[in-house]
């Protein structure tokens, strides 16, 4: 494993993916467990992406991590498909862990709601009522987090949650991804957890493979930090890092 820091932010590289959830989930888990042992409850915020898929499965095996006091909410949902579609955040977060371990309470945005505005309302509620310990994230081809795409990203938006219009590069990754079969399937709108909400949490564990991010992974660590590659952010975070796998950090 190869380490540094930019700025602020750690980085870890990886051989191969595998390895990268691995030693992602090994952090993951010596920080959960930590704040367990300072406080009742913690807050956890998930990412629903193919990427994740290592460490959510590396992070399930640890049967000291007490799920019961941990409340689980997740970052960004689309908006229009039906409840329980197949191709939801909500749905794909049920299958890798909620559904798998026995949280305090699993809290899914509602992306099929009639009326988005207060939807909006309550998750903003419940995220304040809940104040985020611990981010499990990645990054998109377009350098997002999120749905926080280029243009749509503010670093001091006063929003906890907002609508955000897809750009092309970001629908584009969600064909790349196999989770829908042509760019016209996949929708244009989504909700999502704004950049200060994301970077309020006290932790944040970010988890980034394969060559279709390598361009984001070099423009995040060695450009300018601005919201034209919202993942810049990170490198200003107090507790974040970056795992990587040799794909991902092929530019670097």
């Known amino acids: 494993m190869k380490q540094y820091t930019v700025e602020k932010l750690q980085v870890k590289i ?3 993916r595998a390895e990268m959830g691995k030693v992602a989930a090994e952090d993951a888990h010596r920080v959960i467990v930590k704040l367990l042992a300072e406080q009742e409850q913690v807050n956890m ?3 629903a992406a193919p990427s994740q898929n290592d460490v959510l499965a590396s992070l ?3 049967d000291d991590i007490d799920w019961t006091r941990i409340n689980a909410f997740h970052m960004d949902e689309y ?3 039906p409840h329980g579609d197949s191709r939801t955040f909500g749905y794909y977060l ?3 862990v909620f559904g798998k371990l026995p949280f305090r309470t699993v809290n899914l945005i509602d992306g099929s709601a009639k009326d988005i505005d207060a ?3 309550r998750y903003a509620a419940l995220l304040r009522e809940n104040p985020c310990d611990i981010v499990m994230m990645g990054i998109g081809e377009n350098g997002h987090i999120a749905f926080n795409d280029p243009g749509v990203a503010d670093f001091n938006d006063p929003e906890v949650i907002k609508v955000a219009e897809l750009d092309l590069v970001c629908r584009t990754q969600q064909v790349h991804d196999g989770c829908f079969p042509t760019l016209d399937a996949v929708p244009t709108h989504a ?4 950049c200060p909400t994301l970077m309020g949490a006290r932790y944040q564990f970010c988890v980034v493979p394969t060559t279709h991010k390598a361009n984001a992974v070099k423009r995040m660590l060695t450009g300018e930090i ?3 590659c919202p993942a810049t952010c990170l490198r200003r975070a107090e507790n974040a890092t970056l795992y990587l796998d040799a794909d991902s950090a092929s530019l670097l």
């Open 191 to 194: 909700l999502t957890l704004t």
């Open 60 to 62: 399930a095996t640890y």
């Open 119 to 121: 939807e909006r309302a």
């Open 14 to 16: 990886m051989p191969d």
């Open 45 to 47: 915020i998930f990412a």
């Open 94 to 96: 049920n299958e890798h």
């Open 79 to 81: 908006i229009g498909l």
């Open 226 to 228: 601005d919201d034209m």
